[in-house]
């Protein structure tokens, strides 16, 4: 199989369909999308509920040899923000994933997120700003957040307020879809490998 036709997602429980159905979830719908389409990829969800950049940094060499993806979609960091780990620790730990995509020759699109703010402004702001820093550090596509269509709209999350529902899944698709669709290419001829 070419590798150059693999899509990892690289997440935690916003991409791993947390509390619905996997088919409801984003990463699902992405892969329907791609092919009504026309675009010949494989999706590879490789979303833990509940990992950290982390947990992420440790599993991924692994994920990047195993699929060979052409392109990654980076979205980690939610948890550390809730845990209230330093801001440093969560931007180096994704600054290396991006290194270790990009050596691995993939594309990396880079998934923004914002968290409560439990912890106080100045952690919300230092938080939210690891993204587009990192996104203009390593020239990255940039989702700025994931969660900008449904996070402020109680009738699209789940009753712990943290996670969307599946109603709000198609949205956060909607989001995302705009910032990954340019890194993308149409399939030349379908039935192909």
Known sequence: MASDRTILVFGDSLSAAYGI????????LLKQRLQTQGYGYQIVNASVSGE???????????????????????????????RGLPVDETRDNLAHMVQLSQAAGARVLLVGIRIPPN????????????????????????????LERV?????????DGMHPNARAEPRILDTLWPYLVPLL????????H
């Open 52 to 82: 950290t950049s982390g947990g992420g940094l440790e599993r991924l060499p692994r994920a990047l040899k195993l699929h060979q993806p052409a392109t990654v979609v980076l979205e980690l960091g939610a948890n550390d923000g809730l």
């Open 119 to 146: 912890y106080g402004p100045r952690y919300t702001e230092s938080f939210a700003r690891i993204f587009p820093e990192l996104a203009q550090q390593y020239h990255l596509p940039f989702v700025p957040f994931l």
């Open 21 to 28: 159905q996997p088919e409801q979830g984003w990463v699902a």
């Open 185 to 192: 290419k149409k399939n030349p001829q379908s039935g192909g």
């Open 151 to 159: 996070a402020l709209d109680p009738t699209f999350m789940q009753s």
